[in-house]
């Protein structure tokens, strides 16, 4: 039997070469709003790179055209950073007026209220900004130890979750905001690492989670020391003051 060739006008899938594509991870994109500030003024470029975060941070995370520098991520992180600081003040002064209106409420104690609120300032904001940092290393650590996985530059890391914190602008919102924009956020992080990074959705899950979790342990842990060991039993700041109690009958002169 002769061999039947077939047209060179058919093309055939089977006999097609495949192509192998290779993964880039530093490949630049088309741009951040953020990155393209200058076009859009800061303030609105801030605010579409958040909300690109929270509705589609598949397609920002892939646009970013400077993943070789931090320099446009670290302008990024600083003005979240003021959200939460923002978030926290709002909190503060809303518990201080709620103490305002109990029976025993006597003044409100300037001098320990400013310390407060510098605290909260440096708390809330503080805890934003090197929160993340824990965060990329620790997730660069497991990052690094996934099977098959590529080694990713620290500046890449870096990049790409700081975008992912874009729904930090939620926590502007009273009481429900900050824990919402916190489970976003974390939602936001797996979405980096399985759509930017092109890790396994399940090593996307697993070390966004445990990333996540190292975080909130040691926020935790400063918070805790900070408000109850340090402001209120040892040094007893309290930002409103009461009347003290009646002892032995007798009112407080």
């Excluded at 055209?65 to 600081?85: H, K, M, Q, V, Y």
């Excluded at 300037?110 to 310390?115: G, K, L, P, W």
């Excluded at 900050?178 to 936001?188: E, G, S, T, V």
């Excluded at 700041?237 to 009958?249: F, K």
């Amino acid at each position: 039997m002769s061999r039947v060739r077939p047209p060179d006008n058919i093309e055939i899938a089977a006999l097609r070469k495949k192509q192998t594509t290779v993964f880039d991870p530093m490949t630049a994109g088309t741009g951040t709003p953020w990155e393209d500030r200058g076009t859009h003024g800061s303030i609105p470029a801030f605010f579409k790179t958040c909300f690109s975060s929270m509705f589609s941070p598949g397609k920002l995370m892939s646009s970013i055209r400077r993943p070789e520098t931090i320099n446009d991520a670290r302008g990024f992180l600083i003005g979240l950073s003021a959200i939460w600081a923002i978030s926290g003040i709002m909190h503060f002064a809303y518990f201080v007026w709620k103490d305002t209106k109990v029976v025993d409420f006597d003044s409100v104690n300037t001098v320990n209220t400013a310390v407060l609120v510098a605290l909260t300032i440096a708390g809330t904001a503080g805890g934003c900004f090197f929160g993340f940092k824990i965060y990329t290393i620790v997730y660069g650590k497991l990052v690094s130890q996934e099977k098959d996985a590529v080694l990713f530059p620290e500046v890449l890391i870096y990049n790409v979750n700081a975008y992912a914190l874009g729904p930090s602008l939620l926590a502007l919102i009273p009481f429900a905001g900050p824990p919402i924009a916190l489970l976003w956020i974390f939602i936001d992080l797996i979405v980096a690492g399985n759509s930017r990074l092109r890790l396994r959705m399940s090593a996307a899950v697993i070390d966004a989670l445990l990333s996540f979790a190292a975080v909130l342990l040691i926020c935790g842990a400063g918070y805790f020391i900070v408000e109850f060991l340090i402001l209120n039993h040892a040094m007893e700041y309290h930002a409103v003051d009461r009347i003290p109690p009646i002892q032995n009958g007798n009112t407080p002169k």
